[in-house]
């Protein structure tokens, strides 16, 4: 039976219009604006966005493809939703963006739906404007990658699993048992979808959190509901058609994709993400900042409960051992990347809205002291930050600018947290507390296309990079870089729809150096003459040289001089 809170007050009509309104605000803001405000960052962006591209060209929607060749690092199910993207509005950063936008709303609204039936209508507020205001969220949310769909396909699969085991059950509910066959149909179906978006690791990390649960709770003949022959089938019906077709096509693809991309990413350090084991720990702290003093003090009363012998309701059984066992998970692998624990930021949301909604309606001092502490800590920092910048402008503008900047941002965040303290103190979260709470995200949101030029005076991305080398003239085909990070390299890629080569002393040919400073002579060694002056791309502060080799001196170059 599901846990009804008591002292929940009933909202008026009007109150009602104006929490919808407030809600549609956050969720609207804080995963579809800006989606676009800079370029693909980081080397997954630009390659998932290539690949997707090349779906939409060449019209094999099976093998993805990255510069012309099968890459099987991540099944499709983001390609295909961006390359859909791209065939209805068009090749852009926000087209690529907007599958996971999608994806971060559907999981936010499942989840919403369930604490609402499990715990009350304010419950599924505090979710509501939590969860999509996180750093972890709005970031996710902003990547063209397969993180927040794979979070979005298990939480809701999860939600699935939550209606077909008897956990959203209220009096209204008929008392005789049934059979909830559209849950175990969509359970199946949402699994298979992130298994499609990430690999067999959603089978593992469901499979592991409702052992658990059962084995806490002792509802093993519930649990073995989910292993139901309806949920299976639909489950392969999803699932499983793309890796057979795939697999024929492409003999290799169960070695490079299981074996190497899964077992080895897993077992070995091979892919050079070897983090402390306390990674995630501080990674859980970064993804619900602003709120993550409100999670410290949720934790702390966790486990002071847990430590008296507490019982919880089964739904709460099953969001720790989502959670817990998510971290637990992959904090065991030698791999570890932020993204990897985002399927348990919703569920950890869920249980913070639970604690939030708990402590204030019984008007417990411990949420507002977190967070006005909190609050005030912030705002000194701001202040210092803010004094330290104004003396910094006068010997570098640059470095003065980004200080200012964030002292902007620590006071929006130290305006949230005084607002969730006022909530706390007053003991219920009112309408004109939650605009506080979220307010003040809005404006950092809004104001991210002034605040990024003053944090990155160079664009990160190879947007602008590609841009200024497309005004040049120069072939693309002509030019190799050398010094530049990998994130920008396949950025420069993806937007000049071209692999740039890197350049290789000991086979070097006629064309164009791309450097960052005036070293070409000595990137070029012995084997090749640079042509002064360079083409100076004032923009990304980047030179670009004509080299040719010296065995081919006093003959005729390959590609034209720029004027």
Not at 38 to 59: L, Q, S
């Amino acid at each position: 039976m599901a846990s009804q809170p008591s002292g929940e007050i009933t909202a008026t009509p009007a109150q009602h219009v104006g929490w919808a309104i407030l809600i549609l605000m956050t969720l609207c803001i804080c995963y579809f604006s800006q989606l676009g405000e800079i370029g693909f960052v980081g080397p997954d962006e630009p390659r998932y966005a290539w690949i997707a591209r090349d779906m939409t060209e060449t019209g094999d929607w099976v093998t993805p493809r990255l510069y012309g060749k099968p890459w099987f690092e991540k099944p499709p199910l983001f390609y295909w939703g961006a390359a859909l993207s791209f065939k209805i509005f068009g090749v852009s950063e926000v087209a690529a963006r907007l599958p996971s936008a999608i994806c971060a709303l559907l999981a936010t609204l499942a989840i919403a739906w369930l604490g609402w039936r499990t715990y009350g209508e304010e419950c599924g507020r505090w979710l509501l404007l939590l969860l999509p205001t996180s750093v972890g969220m709005i970031g996710f949310s902003h990547a063209a990658a397969t993180d927040m769909p794979f979070a979005g396909m298990l939480t809701i699969a999860m939600v699935c699993a939550a209606v077909a085991l008897g956990l959203t059950r209220s009096d209204n509910t008929p008392i005789l048992p049934h059979i909830p066959w559209m849950a175990l149909v969509l359970f199946g179906v949402f699994v298979g979808l992130a298994v499609l978006a990430k690999g067999p690791a959603a089978i593992i990390l469901c499979g592991g959190a409702f052992f658990f649960w059962a084995f806490f709770t002792k509802r093993w003949r519930e649990a073995l509901r989910l292993l139901h022959p309806v949920v299976i089938a639909s489950f392969c019906v999803t699932a499983l058609p793309w890796y057979i077709v795939c697999a024929r096509r492409n003999p290799d693809f169960f070695r490079i994709f299981i074996v190497e991309h899964n077992f080895k990413r897993y077992l070995t350090p091979e892919f050079q993400h070897v983090q402390p084991f306390w990674f995630y720990a501080f990674v859980v702290l970064i993804a619900f900042l602003p709120w993550s003093p409100a999670l410290l003090s949720a934790a702390y009363w966790g486990i002071k409960r847990i430590r008296r012998g507490t019982q919880f309701v089964p739904t709460t059984y099953l969001l720790l051992c989502w959670s817990l066992f998510c971290l637990l998970f992959f904090t065991i692998s030698k791999s570890k990347l932020p993204g990897y624990i985002l399927p348990a930021v919703p569920t950890i949301a869920l249980l913070l809205a639970r604690f939030l909604q708990s402590v204030v309606n019984a008007k417990s001092r411990l949420a507002a002291y977190a967070s006005f502490s909190a609050a005030a800590i912030l705002t000194l920092a701001a202040g210092a930050v803010l004094v330290a910048g104004a003396k910094l402008m006068r010997h570098s503008h640059f470095t003065g600018s980004i200080a200012v900047s964030a002292a902007f941002v620590l006071f929006l965040l130290a305006a949230a947290n005084f607002f969730v303290a006022l909530a706390a103190f007053r003991g219920r979260m009112q309408l004109y507390t939650a605009v506080g709470m979220v307010l003040p995200l809005f404006i950092a949101l809004l104001s991210m296309g002034r605040l990024l030029p003053r944090i990155f005076p160079l664009d990160p991305s190879g947007k602008t990079l590609a841009q200024q080398i497309l005004s040049t003239g120069i072939p693309v085909s002509e030019i190799a870089v050398h010094g530049i990070n990998r994130g920008m390299h396949y950025g420069l890629n993806f937007y000049l729809k071209k692999e740039i080569a890197d350049w290789d002393s000991s086979r070097p040919r006629d064309g164009y150096l791309l450097l960052g400073a005036r070293n070409c002579d000595a990137v070029a060694d012995d084997s090749a003459t640079c042509e002064q002056p360079p083409v100076y791309l004032e923009r990304s502060l980047r030179f670009l040289y004509r080299v040719k080799p010296k065995d081919s001196l006093g003959r005729p170059p390959s590609g034209r001089k720029p004027q």
